[in-house]
């Protein structure tokens, strides 16, 4: 027995059954509890082997018992100072009766088809909108998971200390990746803690202009008129027509930088001709 993980205890019940000398077991306890077993992915050595203290090399992360299950919608992303998205706030379905309109979830209790989202930056895999269903104690979560339906919440099965993945898991893992567009190493990545934080599609830049004015520019603008840049220091008379259509695409991203680089061009291209 190990001191650190054993308890001493009188009598042990595990389905009605009792486990306190598995070799006295009766005929009826003993199938009743192999299909206790079977249940589990445990096998009866594996079960000595735990009540001995030999549990796997490491402890598994703690999972409640299974509750009542909630859906909810996120409405709110909180990102702690321009940094990793650690926590969700969800708005809970009007038609359950909780007693709360929203609640916060901490990424310590967010699972993805498995996965623990602890270490993750949840931007990469959450969005405004998006769905999950949780578990609450009280009027705190005490587990959620992204997915439609209960197969996808997070169990342990066997002796193992990672939660099981079943194939309907892996495929539904694969359409939220390919939709979020990261592919499986950039995910495992995501998991283990190991990506910058993402950068968010409202962030904006402050940029100076020609005349001397400043005006804030999204990262995606700033990326178009570099190409544009590009563009117009190597073009000639004849591509005075795709210049315009980089334009067109600009015009509905930020309309006074746009018209600065508009008087620009009009101007090269004068010089030009």
Request: proline share 3%.
């Amino acid at each position: 027995m190990k001191p650190y993980n054993s308890f001493c205890v009188d009598e042990l019940n595990i389905g009605g059954v009792n486990i306190t000398d598995l070799d006295s077991m009766s005929t009826d306890e003993f199938r009743t509890l192999n299909s206790y077993l079977q249940d589990h992915g445990l096998q009866r050595i594996q079960l000595k082997s735990l009540l001995e203290g030999g549990c796997g090399s490491e402890p598994r992360r703690f999972l409640p018992l299974k509750s009542q299950a909630y859906h909810g919608k996120v409405i709110r992303l909180h990102q702690r100072e321009r940094k990793e998205v650690e926590a969700i706030e969800i708005e809970v379905d009007r038609g359950i009766n909780l007693g709360m309109e929203s609640l916060l979830l901490n990424r310590s209790f967010i699972y993805a088809y498995g996965y623990w989202l602890g270490k993750a930056d949840l931007a990469y895999v959450l969005d405004i909108g998006d769905s999950l269903l949780f578990e609450v104690d009280g009027t705190e979560s005490r587990l959620a998971w992204l997915g439609t339906d209960e197969a996808a919440r997070p169990r342990f099965n066997g002796f193992g200390e990672s939660c099981l993945i079943t194939e309907k898991m892996n495929a539904q893992l694969f359409q939220l990746t390919s939709t979020k567009g990261i592919n499986v190493p950039t995910f495992r990545a995501l998991v283990e803690g190991r990506l910058p934080p993402k950068s968010r599609a409202d962030e904006t830049i402050e940029v100076k202009t020609s005349d001397g004015s400043v005006v804030n520019v999204d990262k995606e603008t700033l990326e178009q008129a570099a190409a544009l840049k590009a563009l117009k220091d190597s073009m000639t008379s004849d591509k005075e027509e795709a210049v315009k259509a980089f334009m067109k695409t600009l015009l509905d991203k930020n309309d006074d930088v746009v018209s600065k680089w508009q008087d620009e061009m009009r101007l090269v291209m004068t010089k030009k001709k």
